[in-house]
């Protein structure tokens, strides 16, 4: 009866460690790279100080945990225009970007917007 308690306890010891393997190697691929959409009312005051940085547009897609920091709100400009607006935990602007859908130096048409 002895040997037959040890081996039950073998094997829910291995199956709780493999558990708590799967656990951790799955937790390590995911942290820094959540990317999910922000909600409730950080979507709030993200897309508000999005939209007052851009001064126009409307929110067409966010994300948490951006690579560039931490809430990332894309905003559609009236032109149709895309603008990416990094902020941090605390809603401030630390950046934006134009969201080209080209690549780089394609986007020349022969025009000279510049002169």
Known sequence: MKLRTRVALATGVVVVAAGGIGVAVV??????DDESPITGSAL???SAAALAHTGEGRVT???VGDEESY???????DDGSQVD???DREFGVVGAEA???DDEGSNEDGGSEQD
């Open 99 to 101: 969201d080209r859908n």
């Open 27 to 32: 937790g390590a691929t995911t942290a820094g």
């Open 71 to 77: 809430y990332e709100v894309e905003v559609t400009l």
């Open 85 to 87: 607006v990094q902020l």
């Open 61 to 63: 897609e966010t994300e």
């Open 44 to 46: 709030e005051q993200a």
